[in-house]
Protein backbone atom coordinates (compact mmCIF):
# COMPACT_ATOMS: atom_id res chain seq x y z
CA UNK A 1 0.00 0.00 0.00
CA UNK A 2 2.91 2.76 0.80
CA UNK A 3 4.63 1.80 -2.66
CA UNK A 4 1.04 2.54 -4.69
CA UNK A 5 0.47 5.69 -2.23
CA UNK A 6 4.62 6.84 -2.98
CA UNK A 7 3.35 6.21 -7.05
CA UNK A 8 0.03 8.50 -6.55
CA UNK A 9 2.18 10.99 -4.55
CA UNK A 10 4.43 11.06 -7.32
CA UNK A 11 2.17 11.35 -9.90
CA UNK A 12 0.23 14.55 -7.94
CA UNK A 13 4.02 16.18 -8.58
CA UNK A 14 3.63 19.77 -10.86
CA UNK A 15 7.60 18.07 -11.67
CA UNK A 16 5.67 14.34 -12.79
CA UNK A 17 6.02 15.02 -16.51
CA UNK A 18 9.43 15.86 -16.33
CA UNK A 19 10.20 12.88 -14.26
CA UNK A 20 8.95 11.00 -16.77
CA UNK A 21 11.06 12.37 -19.30
CA UNK A 22 14.21 11.74 -17.21
CA UNK A 23 12.89 8.11 -17.60
CA UNK A 24 12.01 7.98 -20.97
CA UNK A 25 15.41 9.86 -21.73
CA UNK A 26 17.53 7.44 -19.75
CA UNK A 27 15.84 4.39 -21.02
CA UNK A 28 16.41 5.92 -24.38
CA UNK A 29 20.54 6.58 -23.94
CA UNK A 30 21.10 3.54 -22.09
CA UNK A 31 19.25 1.38 -25.07
CA UNK A 32 21.94 2.60 -27.13
CA UNK A 33 24.25 2.11 -24.95
CA UNK A 34 23.33 -1.76 -24.77
CA UNK A 35 23.31 -2.17 -28.24
CA UNK A 36 27.44 -2.18 -28.01
CA UNK A 37 27.58 -5.07 -25.94
CA UNK A 38 24.68 -6.75 -27.57
CA UNK A 39 26.31 -6.55 -31.17
CA UNK A 40 29.57 -8.15 -29.39
CA UNK A 41 29.35 -11.67 -30.63
CA UNK A 42 28.88 -10.26 -34.34
CA UNK A 43 32.09 -7.98 -34.14
CA UNK A 44 33.80 -10.61 -32.91
CA UNK A 45 33.60 -12.53 -35.81
CA UNK A 46 33.54 -9.86 -38.44
CA UNK A 47 36.62 -8.55 -36.96
CA UNK A 48 38.08 -12.12 -35.83
CA UNK A 49 38.79 -10.86 -32.17
CA UNK A 50 39.48 -12.64 -29.48
CA UNK A 51 38.35 -12.08 -26.05
CA UNK A 52 41.09 -9.70 -25.02
CA UNK A 53 40.72 -7.44 -27.72
CA UNK A 54 36.48 -7.50 -26.40
CA UNK A 55 37.62 -6.79 -22.93
CA UNK A 56 39.61 -3.95 -24.54
CA UNK A 57 36.81 -2.32 -26.43
CA UNK A 58 34.54 -2.43 -22.98
CA UNK A 59 37.32 -1.11 -21.25
CA UNK A 60 37.78 2.18 -23.67
CA UNK A 61 34.29 2.51 -23.58
CA UNK A 62 34.01 2.11 -19.64
CA UNK A 63 37.01 4.06 -19.12
CA UNK A 64 35.76 7.39 -21.46
CA UNK A 65 32.43 7.00 -19.34
CA UNK A 66 33.68 6.83 -15.96
CA UNK A 67 36.52 9.53 -16.35
CA UNK A 68 34.40 12.15 -18.11
CA UNK A 69 31.45 11.50 -15.51
CA UNK A 70 32.58 13.36 -12.35
CA UNK A 71 34.49 16.15 -14.32
CA UNK A 72 31.11 16.70 -15.77
CA UNK A 73 28.96 16.49 -13.18
CA UNK A 74 31.46 19.22 -11.16
CA UNK A 75 31.68 21.35 -13.97
CA UNK A 76 27.98 21.48 -14.51
CA UNK A 77 28.05 21.73 -10.58
CA UNK A 78 29.79 25.12 -11.06
CA UNK A 79 28.30 26.49 -14.31
CA UNK A 80 25.18 24.86 -14.96
CA UNK A 81 24.36 24.61 -18.63
CA UNK A 82 20.23 23.61 -19.29
CA UNK A 83 20.97 21.80 -22.70
CA UNK A 84 24.00 19.45 -21.71
CA UNK A 85 21.79 16.37 -22.35
CA UNK A 86 21.65 17.31 -25.93
CA UNK A 87 25.36 18.02 -26.37
CA UNK A 88 26.02 14.50 -24.59
CA UNK A 89 23.37 12.63 -26.79
CA UNK A 90 25.00 14.14 -29.82
CA UNK A 91 28.50 12.49 -29.30
CA UNK A 92 26.61 8.64 -28.41
CA UNK A 93 24.93 9.87 -32.11
CA UNK A 94 28.30 9.94 -33.80
CA UNK A 95 29.66 7.18 -32.10
CA UNK A 96 26.56 4.88 -33.13
CA UNK A 97 27.19 5.62 -36.66
CA UNK A 98 30.79 5.01 -36.39
CA UNK A 99 29.96 1.26 -34.97
CA UNK A 100 28.15 0.73 -37.71
CA UNK A 101 30.48 1.16 -40.55
CA UNK A 102 34.02 0.89 -38.87
CA UNK A 103 35.82 -2.22 -39.86
CA UNK A 104 39.24 -1.46 -37.93
CA UNK A 105 39.49 -2.40 -34.42
CA UNK A 106 40.84 1.32 -33.63
CA UNK A 107 37.90 2.68 -35.63
CA UNK A 108 35.31 0.46 -33.00
CA UNK A 109 37.93 2.02 -30.30
CA UNK A 110 37.19 5.58 -31.35
CA UNK A 111 33.48 4.84 -31.52
CA UNK A 112 32.90 3.15 -28.29
CA UNK A 113 34.45 6.22 -26.82
CA UNK A 114 32.46 8.80 -28.53
CA UNK A 115 29.76 6.66 -26.70
CA UNK A 116 31.05 6.26 -23.29
CA UNK A 117 31.60 10.37 -23.45
CA UNK A 118 27.72 10.67 -24.44
CA UNK A 119 26.82 8.58 -21.50
CA UNK A 120 29.73 10.50 -19.25
CA UNK A 121 27.26 13.82 -19.83
CA UNK A 122 24.02 12.15 -19.62
CA UNK A 123 24.42 9.94 -16.25
CA UNK A 124 25.61 12.64 -13.62
CA UNK A 125 23.16 15.49 -15.38
CA UNK A 126 20.60 13.68 -15.15
CA UNK A 127 20.47 12.22 -11.91
CA UNK A 128 20.83 15.73 -10.84
CA UNK A 129 17.77 17.13 -12.42
CA UNK A 130 16.11 14.41 -10.76
CA UNK A 131 17.01 15.12 -7.34
CA UNK A 132 15.93 18.43 -8.13
CA UNK A 133 12.70 17.72 -9.82
CA UNK A 134 11.84 15.15 -7.18
CA UNK A 135 11.47 17.82 -4.10
CA UNK A 136 10.65 15.53 -1.25
CA UNK A 137 10.10 12.31 -3.31
CA UNK A 138 14.14 12.04 -4.12
CA UNK A 139 14.57 8.27 -3.65
CA UNK A 140 11.55 7.31 -5.45
CA UNK A 141 12.16 9.67 -8.39
CA UNK A 142 15.74 8.40 -8.58
CA UNK A 143 14.41 4.71 -8.51
CA UNK A 144 11.99 5.93 -11.39
CA UNK A 145 14.76 7.52 -13.30
CA UNK A 146 17.07 4.19 -13.20
CA UNK A 147 14.33 1.92 -14.03
CA UNK A 148 14.08 4.02 -17.37
CA UNK A 149 18.22 2.84 -17.23
CA UNK A 150 17.99 -0.59 -16.48
CA UNK A 151 14.60 -1.48 -19.00
CA UNK A 152 16.61 0.39 -21.66
CA UNK A 153 19.05 -1.44 -21.39
CA UNK A 154 17.17 -4.87 -21.64
CA UNK A 155 15.39 -3.58 -24.77
CA UNK A 156 18.66 -3.11 -26.55
CA UNK A 157 19.97 -6.87 -26.65
CA UNK A 158 16.51 -7.62 -28.00
CA UNK A 159 16.10 -5.42 -30.80
CA UNK A 160 19.73 -6.31 -32.01
CA UNK A 161 18.53 -10.19 -31.77
CA UNK A 162 15.95 -9.15 -33.82
CA UNK A 163 17.29 -6.11 -36.46
CA UNK A 164 20.79 -6.84 -36.50
CA UNK A 165 21.72 -10.55 -35.74
CA UNK A 166 19.49 -12.17 -39.10
CA UNK A 167 21.61 -9.26 -41.14
CA UNK A 168 24.92 -7.53 -40.30
CA UNK A 169 26.49 -4.92 -38.31
CA UNK A 170 25.46 -2.04 -40.42
CA UNK A 171 22.01 -2.51 -38.83
CA UNK A 172 22.57 -0.86 -36.30
CA UNK A 173 22.26 2.43 -37.77
CA UNK A 174 18.52 1.82 -37.48
CA UNK A 175 19.23 2.85 -33.78
CA UNK A 176 19.52 6.56 -35.04
CA UNK A 177 15.47 6.04 -34.73
CA UNK A 178 16.24 5.25 -31.22
CA UNK A 179 18.38 8.66 -30.83
CA UNK A 180 16.17 10.88 -32.56
CA UNK A 181 13.59 9.88 -30.04
CA UNK A 182 15.48 10.68 -27.10
CA UNK A 183 16.87 14.25 -28.51
CA UNK A 184 12.49 14.61 -28.18
CA UNK A 185 12.55 13.13 -24.83
CA UNK A 186 14.99 15.80 -23.59
CA UNK A 187 13.52 18.85 -24.39
CA UNK A 188 10.59 19.40 -22.11
CA UNK A 189 13.72 18.49 -19.38
CA UNK A 190 15.80 21.22 -20.77
CA UNK A 191 13.46 23.65 -20.60
CA UNK A 192 12.38 23.06 -17.14
CA UNK A 193 16.01 22.83 -16.11
CA UNK A 194 16.43 26.12 -17.77
CA UNK A 195 13.68 27.61 -16.07
CA UNK A 196 14.67 26.44 -12.45
CA UNK A 197 17.93 27.68 -12.93
CA UNK A 198 16.88 31.37 -13.88
CA UNK A 199 14.54 31.17 -10.73
CA UNK A 200 17.39 30.30 -8.66
CA UNK A 201 19.40 32.93 -10.19
CA UNK A 202 16.74 35.35 -9.32
CA UNK A 203 16.80 34.78 -5.77
CA UNK A 204 18.04 36.53 -3.02
CA UNK A 205 21.26 35.36 -1.90
CA UNK A 206 19.80 34.90 1.81
CA UNK A 207 16.81 32.93 0.39
CA UNK A 208 19.89 30.44 -1.05
CA UNK A 209 20.04 27.46 1.55
CA UNK A 210 23.40 25.60 1.43
CA UNK A 211 22.48 21.25 2.76
CA UNK A 212 24.82 20.31 5.11
CA UNK A 213 26.76 16.94 5.76
CA UNK A 214 25.72 14.81 8.11
CA UNK A 215 28.31 13.08 9.31
CA UNK A 216 32.17 14.47 10.09
CA UNK A 217 34.60 14.45 7.22
CA UNK A 218 36.12 11.43 8.67
CA UNK A 219 32.84 9.66 8.90
CA UNK A 220 31.80 10.37 5.54
CA UNK A 221 35.52 9.23 4.07
CA UNK A 222 35.04 5.60 5.93
CA UNK A 223 31.61 5.59 4.38
CA UNK A 224 32.56 6.60 1.13
CA UNK A 225 35.22 3.97 1.45
CA UNK A 226 33.07 1.13 1.95
CA UNK A 227 30.67 2.29 -0.99
CA UNK A 228 34.04 2.07 -2.94
CA UNK A 229 34.20 -1.85 -1.76
CA UNK A 230 30.44 -2.28 -2.43
CA UNK A 231 30.74 -0.60 -5.52
CA UNK A 232 33.55 -3.06 -6.68
CA UNK A 233 32.18 -6.46 -5.41
CA UNK A 234 28.94 -5.78 -7.64
CA UNK A 235 30.13 -4.22 -10.78
CA UNK A 236 32.74 -7.31 -10.94
CA UNK A 237 30.25 -9.61 -11.15
CA UNK A 238 27.69 -7.51 -13.46
CA UNK A 239 31.07 -7.07 -15.97
CA UNK A 240 30.94 -11.20 -16.09
CA UNK A 241 27.01 -11.41 -16.93
CA UNK A 242 27.02 -8.30 -18.92
CA UNK A 243 30.09 -8.48 -21.23
CA UNK A 244 30.58 -12.63 -21.14
CA UNK A 245 26.87 -14.08 -20.58
CA UNK A 246 26.45 -14.29 -24.11
CA UNK A 247 29.73 -16.52 -24.87
CA UNK A 248 29.63 -18.58 -21.42
CA UNK A 249 25.64 -19.98 -22.79
CA UNK A 250 27.08 -20.43 -26.55
CA UNK A 251 30.46 -22.54 -25.17
CA UNK A 252 28.36 -24.40 -22.48
CA UNK A 253 24.86 -24.77 -23.90
CA UNK A 254 25.53 -24.57 -27.79
CA UNK A 255 22.48 -22.12 -27.91
CA UNK A 256 22.07 -19.56 -31.04
CA UNK A 257 23.75 -16.27 -30.90
CA UNK A 258 19.71 -14.89 -31.53
CA UNK A 259 18.61 -17.45 -28.44
CA UNK A 260 21.85 -16.00 -26.13
CA UNK A 261 20.44 -12.47 -26.52
CA UNK A 262 17.07 -13.71 -25.40
CA UNK A 263 18.37 -15.03 -22.27
CA UNK A 264 20.64 -11.50 -21.90
CA UNK A 265 17.51 -9.90 -22.35
CA UNK A 266 16.12 -11.61 -19.70
CA UNK A 267 18.75 -11.49 -17.52
CA UNK A 268 18.64 -7.29 -17.93
CA UNK A 269 14.89 -7.19 -17.42
CA UNK A 270 15.63 -8.29 -13.78
CA UNK A 271 18.11 -5.37 -13.48
CA UNK A 272 15.04 -3.10 -14.09
CA UNK A 273 13.22 -5.05 -11.72
CA UNK A 274 15.42 -4.78 -9.04
CA UNK A 275 15.70 -1.03 -9.72
CA UNK A 276 12.84 -0.41 -9.28
CA UNK A 277 12.16 -2.46 -6.51
CA UNK A 278 15.18 -0.99 -4.47
CA UNK A 279 14.30 2.70 -4.55
CA UNK A 280 11.13 2.75 -2.20
CA UNK A 281 12.10 -0.07 -0.12
CA UNK A 282 15.11 2.23 0.86
CA UNK A 283 12.62 5.04 1.42
CA UNK A 284 10.54 2.79 3.86
CA UNK A 285 13.90 0.69 5.28
CA UNK A 286 16.51 2.99 5.18
CA UNK A 287 18.91 2.95 2.23
CA UNK A 288 21.67 0.72 4.04
CA UNK A 289 19.53 -2.64 4.62
CA UNK A 290 18.79 -2.25 1.39
CA UNK A 291 22.43 -2.04 0.42
CA UNK A 292 23.29 -4.71 2.94
CA UNK A 293 20.96 -7.29 1.70
CA UNK A 294 20.45 -6.89 -2.00
CA UNK A 295 24.49 -7.74 -2.58
CA UNK A 296 24.87 -10.08 -0.04
CA UNK A 297 21.92 -11.50 -0.80
CA UNK A 298 23.07 -11.97 -4.21
CA UNK A 299 25.85 -14.70 -3.08
CA UNK A 300 23.71 -17.96 -3.23
CA UNK A 301 22.62 -17.29 -6.69
CA UNK A 302 26.50 -16.50 -7.99
CA UNK A 303 27.46 -19.41 -6.08
CA UNK A 304 25.05 -22.08 -7.31
CA UNK A 305 24.70 -20.89 -10.96
CA UNK A 306 28.12 -22.39 -12.60
CA UNK A 307 26.88 -25.68 -11.45
CA UNK A 308 22.69 -25.92 -12.99
CA UNK A 309 21.48 -26.52 -16.27
CA UNK A 310 19.85 -23.97 -18.96
CA UNK A 311 16.71 -23.19 -17.42
CA UNK A 312 18.01 -22.50 -13.99
CA UNK A 313 20.79 -21.15 -15.51
CA UNK A 314 18.48 -18.61 -16.67
CA UNK A 315 16.44 -18.66 -13.40
CA UNK A 316 19.50 -17.77 -11.29
CA UNK A 317 20.66 -15.16 -13.46
CA UNK A 318 17.43 -12.87 -13.06
CA UNK A 319 17.70 -13.53 -9.24
CA UNK A 320 21.29 -12.71 -9.12
CA UNK A 321 20.34 -9.57 -11.48
CA UNK A 322 17.50 -8.57 -9.48
CA UNK A 323 18.88 -8.54 -5.96
CA UNK A 324 21.96 -7.04 -7.48
CA UNK A 325 20.38 -3.42 -9.22
CA UNK A 326 18.20 -3.33 -6.16
CA UNK A 327 21.72 -1.87 -3.84
CA UNK A 328 22.20 0.79 -6.94
CA UNK A 329 19.40 3.34 -6.22
CA UNK A 330 20.34 3.44 -2.61
CA UNK A 331 23.77 3.41 -2.97
CA UNK A 332 23.66 6.66 -5.06
CA UNK A 333 21.01 8.35 -2.64
CA UNK A 334 23.50 7.15 0.33
CA UNK A 335 25.81 8.97 -1.62
CA UNK A 336 24.06 11.96 -2.12
CA UNK A 337 23.24 12.20 1.32
CA UNK A 338 26.66 12.37 2.16
CA UNK A 339 27.55 15.18 0.16
CA UNK A 340 24.13 16.87 -0.64
CA UNK A 341 25.66 20.11 -2.09
CA UNK A 342 27.62 18.34 -4.46
CA UNK A 343 24.91 16.37 -6.46
CA UNK A 344 26.73 16.31 -9.90
CA UNK A 345 29.87 15.51 -9.04
CA UNK A 346 28.95 12.94 -6.72
CA UNK A 347 26.85 11.44 -9.27
CA UNK A 348 29.30 11.50 -11.60
CA UNK A 349 31.95 10.18 -9.56
CA UNK A 350 29.96 7.21 -8.42
CA UNK A 351 28.41 6.43 -11.96
CA UNK A 352 31.62 7.24 -13.06
CA UNK A 353 33.69 4.38 -10.68
CA UNK A 354 31.00 1.94 -11.86
CA UNK A 355 31.61 2.21 -15.21
CA UNK A 356 35.31 1.84 -14.51
CA UNK A 357 35.45 -1.19 -12.50
CA UNK A 358 33.03 -2.81 -14.73
CA UNK A 359 35.41 -1.64 -17.72
CA UNK A 360 38.67 -3.05 -16.03
CA UNK A 361 36.97 -6.18 -14.64
CA UNK A 362 35.80 -6.90 -18.20
CA UNK A 363 39.44 -6.04 -19.88
CA UNK A 364 40.69 -8.51 -17.11
CA UNK A 365 38.11 -11.24 -17.33
CA UNK A 366 38.93 -11.15 -21.29
CA UNK A 367 42.16 -11.85 -20.50
CA UNK A 368 41.39 -14.39 -18.09
CA UNK A 369 38.37 -16.29 -20.14
CA UNK A 370 41.67 -16.53 -23.19
CA UNK A 371 43.88 -18.54 -20.70
CA UNK A 372 41.30 -20.57 -18.82
CA UNK A 373 38.37 -20.50 -20.53
CA UNK A 374 34.99 -18.77 -19.99
CA UNK A 375 33.56 -20.47 -17.97
CA UNK A 376 36.20 -20.27 -15.39
CA UNK A 377 34.93 -17.20 -14.60
CA UNK A 378 31.68 -17.71 -13.30
CA UNK A 379 33.53 -20.05 -10.49
CA UNK A 380 36.01 -17.20 -9.63
CA UNK A 381 33.28 -14.02 -9.67
CA UNK A 382 30.78 -16.00 -7.89
CA UNK A 383 32.67 -15.14 -4.49
CA UNK A 384 32.16 -11.22 -5.38
CA UNK A 385 28.69 -10.73 -3.98
CA UNK A 386 30.48 -11.92 -0.46
CA UNK A 387 32.26 -8.53 -0.15
CA UNK A 388 28.71 -6.91 0.46
CA UNK A 389 29.44 -8.06 4.30
CA UNK A 390 31.37 -4.82 4.97
CA UNK A 391 27.90 -2.43 4.29
CA UNK A 392 27.97 -3.52 8.02
CA UNK A 393 30.29 -0.45 8.78
CA UNK A 394 28.11 1.96 7.06
CA UNK A 395 26.71 4.88 9.70
CA UNK A 396 23.00 5.11 9.46
CA UNK A 397 22.24 8.80 8.18
CA UNK A 398 18.73 9.12 9.69
CA UNK A 399 20.11 9.01 12.91
CA UNK A 400 23.00 10.86 12.06
CA UNK A 401 21.19 13.52 10.88
CA UNK A 402 18.56 13.06 13.72
CA UNK A 403 21.44 13.48 16.32
CA UNK A 404 23.07 16.57 14.51
CA UNK A 405 19.74 18.25 14.53
CA UNK A 406 19.38 17.66 18.33
CA UNK A 407 22.87 18.84 19.28
Not at 224 to 245: D, E, G, P, Q, T
Amino acid sequence: MRFIAGIRSLTTMPTFPVLMALCAAHCLNDLLQSVITAVYPMLKSDLHLDFTQIGLITLVYQIAASIFQPVVGYAFDRRPFAWSLPAGMCCTTAGIIMFSYCNTLPGILAAVFMVGVGSATLHPEASRITSLAGHERRGFAQSVFQVGGNFGGSIGPLLVALIVAPHDRRYVMWFLVVAALCFAAMTPICRWYKGYLAMQRNNPPECRTVPSMPLSRRRTALAIAVIVVLIFSKYIYMASLSSYYTFYLIERFGVSVSQSQIFLFIFVVSTAAGTLVGGPFGDRYGRKPVIWLSILGTAPFSLALPYVSLPLTAALSFCAGFMLSSAFPAILLYAQELLPSKLGMISGLFFGFAFGVGGVASAVLGRFADSYGIETIYHVCAYMPLLGVVAFLLPDLKKAAAAKHHA
